[in-house]
């Protein structure tokens, strides 16, 4: 087996892809911009905590679920601000998910031990979700993997390759990230895939990558990735499930699509 990259490029397609849609006004923006919430002038009864308890989680807004996460700003930083802040700068929660220590740098109100809160948060999220497909077979639950990698991949700003190693119930033995990119521009070695699968004795394996751009249309360079690797694991008898291509709202299946 030659042991060579497979480099995918999107520069074209992405090129193509629609421009986004304009932001739409919708209950949290008017909430992030509402004067009273930012100065925190609220009745007792209408707080995030208060409401939660009394109406349930899904009736607040992401301001406000950041706001109990939080819990109070640092001395001099409103907390309804402080949350604002987040979330023009990561654009969504689902985004949030993908932040580093880093990615928090420079927002005000935002000290070490918030930034770890927030991290620890993220992580019991992701760790919950992969608990519950370790113990269901993946063949019967294609959404549930299509919103947990929705939630891992969905909204990086590079391209990540990540490999999803079944066993023989197709429950999930690991998932590990094969490759990171650029933008547009990824190489894959499914050389180093194949040594992974019969290291993890795996029986049979699901891969996935996104497309920053959110067009899932695949491109020819992610038809080649996908025929070479399908062809490199039957060679040791290991299955190849499926290849998704994750957008930030929809997803493209290789195997639904008849491995075109």
């Known amino acids: 087996m030659a042991d060579h990259a497979c480099t995918i490029d999107k520069t074209t397609l992405e090129s193509a892809s629609p421009e986004p849609d304009a932001r739409v006004c919708s209950p949290e923006s008017a909430a992030r911009s509402s004067p009273a919430l930012l100065r925190g002038k609220w009745h007792k009864n209408d707080m995030p905590r208060e409401r939660l308890i009394e109406q349930g989680p899904g009736v607040l807004s992401d301001t406000e679920m950041i706001v109990l996460v939080l819990g109070a700003g640092l001395p001099g930083h409103d907390v309804f601000s402080v949350a604002g802040a987040l979330l023009d700068r990561f654009g969504s929660l689902r985004a949030m998910l993908d932040?580093?220590?880093?990615?928090?740098?420079?927002?005000?109100?935002?000290?070490?031990?918030?930034?770890?809160?927030?991290?620890?948060?993220?992580?019991?999220?992701?760790?919950?979700?992969?608990?519950?497909?370790?113990?269901?077979?993946?063949?019967?639950?294609?959404?549930?993997?299509?919103?947990?990698?929705?939630?891992?991949?969905?909204?990086?700003?590079?391209?990540?390759?990540?490999?999803?190693?079944?066993?023989?119930?197709?429950?999930?033995?690991?998932?590990?990230?094969?490759?990171?990119?650029?933008?547009?521009?990824?190489?894959?070695?499914?050389?180093?895939?194949?040594?992974?699968?019969?290291?993890?004795?795996?029986?049979?394996?699901?891969?996935?990558?996104?497309?920053?751009?959110?067009a899932v249309q695949p491109s020819a360079s992610d038809c080649s990735l996908t025929h070479t690797l399908r062809d490199a694991l039957a060679l040791i008898d290991v299955q190849l499930v499926d290849h998704l291509v994750i957008g930030a709202d929809s997803t493209y299946s290789f195997a639904r699509a008849g491995w075109p």
């Open 99 to 214: 932040a580093t220590y880093a990615d928090f740098d420079g927002l005000r109100g935002i000290g070490p031990a918030k930034k770890a809160q927030l991290l620890a948060i993220m992580e019991m999220a992701r760790r919950s979700l992969v608990d519950k497909m370790r113990k269901r077979s993946l063949m019967n639950s294609p959404e549930a993997v299509e919103n947990y990698l929705r939630l891992l991949i969905g909204g990086r700003q590079q391209e990540v390759f990540v490999s999803l190693f079944l066993d023989a119930r197709h429950r999930l033995i690991r998932c590990e990230e094969s490759a990171q990119g650029t933008l547009t521009r990824m190489a894959v070695y499914p050389r180093e895939i194949v040594r992974r699968a019969l290291n993890l004795n795996a029986a049979s394996l699901i891969v996935a990558h996104n497309h920053p751009s959110g």
